[in-house]
């Protein structure tokens, strides 16, 4: 039942054995097949669990999977293709891009600039404007 490993970053790959499959009738295309064959993968990895990630890459993923995961575990689903082969083989490249995703290190943070001169004088300039246009609408001196 293994394919090929699905790294997540560098050397880290989704450990084959810590991964649950399930396989259910899929909702999509198929014919006269569909009814008689699971095609739909979910496939469930036990993140709260897991050895395979390194602490602080596990205890990021916890914290921005947090919406996603149910008890520790996050679930993907795939029910795309009509082959229950390419469904597992789209719900681990999914769970994988998913984790790599979440364990990735933060952005640096932003760095603030000041506003250069010409883009304050722009607005300034488009202020004063809307004011001449709004105060040409007042009618004095129209009689």
Known sequence: ????????????????????????????????????????????????????????????????????LTDGVLAVRASEHRSQWRNRETAATRMASLLAEATAPPRPPRKPRKVPRRVVERRLRTKRQRGDLKRGRQGRGWD
């Open 1 to 68: 039942m293994s394919g090929p490993p699905y790294v997540i970053r560098g050397s880290v790959v989704l450990p084959e054995t810590e991964l649950r499959w399930r396989f259910s009738r899929s909702s999509g295309p198929g014919g006269q097949h569909v009814n008689t064959s699971d095609s739909q993968v979910e496939l469930r990895f036990d993140l709260a669990a897991t050895d395979a990630l390194p602490p602080v890459w596990k205890e990021r993923a916890l914290q921005r999977l947090a919406d996603r």
